[in-house]
Structures are given as structure tokens and as C-alpha cells.
């Protein structure tokens, strides 16, 4: 099986990175190609990928399949073990990685990811509001699973919310002794790590995103 993942920067793609890691875990073979967003003909190339006009995008033998959560369902039907194989905690994990699919709106925009970034400006209480709803999402599921992730063993949902991690760290959100426990654990990942470098060395910017909430 041939596999390429079309992600956008690193720094900044948190949707990119969600699939990325779990390629990663289900140790499948792949290459990656970034494209640059928010730049002239950015959405041309996208467009050009699927019809979504999205990133990310998985190439699986020449057929192209848009988003991080089909994305990871593909992968979860290729290799057992992403999703919890109790099948409470995997109906759980499903309901959870929707939640941030669809949920955090607020989190996810006054918040975005930028891994390069760190700052404590005050945020919006909508965006705080978001961020203590996560904080007692991941507090109920770690005290129930034993930790060190949601559901015991990594799964796809901490794919999922490895992203919101790094905007506790970036914009210093508040968050509980056990939480923060967690972020440090998605946080020092050796996959996570490796992408966090790229992150690092990566010289596109983003300037509206690099300008909220300075
Ligand atoms: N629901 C999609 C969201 C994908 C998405 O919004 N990706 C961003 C990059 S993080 C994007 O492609 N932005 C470019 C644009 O919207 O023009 C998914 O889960 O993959």
C-alpha cells in the first residue's frame, strides 16, 4: 500500500497533525508533503487534492480521501488497536474524538495552535469556558481509565486532542494537577516531538495567527 499525507504547516495545522500521529502509531509507511497555507494559490492546490479543499488528505494507491477523522477511521480499519478494544471505551473515544471534531469552537479560534508560540495575555471567557469544559472532559476520563492517556492505552482521541495539549502550554490556560499531567505525557511523545521540531524549524508564517491575542 502506497500512503502520502497532504498536511499544512507545522506549526500551526492542528488538523494536520491529528492523522499524522496516528499513521505514526499504526506504524504505517508514508510520505508527507506540506502546502503551504494562506498563501497566493494555496487554495487552488488544495482544491486541486479533493474537492474539501482541506488539508489533510491521504493518497492511498493514487485515491484521495479528505479529513482527520475519516483519515484515522481508514487507518483504524487497516491496524487494530487505535481505538480502545473494550467497546464501551471505544463508543466512548468515538463520542469524544466528535466532540473535538466538531465542539471547542472558541478554544479552537481564540486559541490556535502555534506551536512555536508562548504568551499569558488574557483570553476571551468563551474561549477559558471551552478550555475548562476540556479540562474536566480529560479529568473524568483519566480518573476513570487509570491514565497515562484517555482510555489507558493511546488511542485515536489522544491523536485528537494532542493539538488543544499544546494550547494549554502556548496561551497558559489554567488546567488541573492530573490534566496537566496528561499534556505533559502528549507533549513529550516521541512522534509528537518530531513534529514539534519541524514545527520549530519551519520558516512560514502565519501573521494573523501569530497576532492573536498578543
Ligand atoms: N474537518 C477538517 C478540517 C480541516 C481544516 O480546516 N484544515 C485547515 C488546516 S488546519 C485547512 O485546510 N485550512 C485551509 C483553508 O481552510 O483554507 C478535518 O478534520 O480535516
Request: glycine share 4%; proline share 5%.
Amino acid at each position: 500500500m502506497s500512503l502520502k499525507l497532504y498536511i499544512g504547516n507545522y506549526n500551526y495545522s492542528s488538523w494536520s497533525l491529528r492523522p499524522w500521529l496516528v499513521l505514526r502509531k499504526a506504524e504505517l509507511p508514508f510520505e508527507t508533503e506540506v502546502i503551504d497555507l494562506d498563501i497566493n494559490g494555496y487554495k487552488e492546490k488544495l482544491f486541486n487534492l479533493t474537492n474539501q479543499g482541506t488539508v489533510p488528505v491521504l493518497e492511498i494507491n493514487g485515491n484521495r480521501i479528505a479529513d482527520s477523522l475519516a483519515i484515522s477511521e481508514f487507518c483504524a480499519k487497516a491496524v487494530p488497536n487505535l481505538w480502545p478494544k473494550n467497546s464501551i471505551d471505544k463508543a466512548e473515544a468515538k463520542r469524544v474524538v466528535k466532540l473535538m471534531h466538531t465542539g471547542f469552537k472558541s478554544l479552537r479560534m481564540e486559541a490556535p495552535m502555534n506551536l512555536r508560540r508562548r504568551t499569558t495575555s488574557k483570553l476571551p471567557k468563551k474561549c477559558l469556558d471551552d478550555a475548562h469544559a476540556m479540562i474536566e472532559l480529560w479529568d473524568d476520563l483519566l480518573s476513570r481509565h487509570n491514565g497515562p492517556f484517555l482510555f489507558n492505552d493511546w488511542s485515536i482521541a489522544d491523536a485528537f486532542y494532542t493539538p488543544a495539549a499544546t494550547r494549554f502550554a502556548s496561551y497558559n490556560l489554567p488546567r488541573s494537577e492530573r490534566s496537566d499531567t496528561y499534556i505533559s505525557e502528549l507533549m513529550s511523545d516521541v512522534d509528537f516531538q518530531e513534529w514539534e521540531g519541524e514545527a520549530f524549524i519551519e520558516t512560514h508564517i502565519l501573521t494573523d495567527t501569530d497576532i492573536i491575542n498578543l
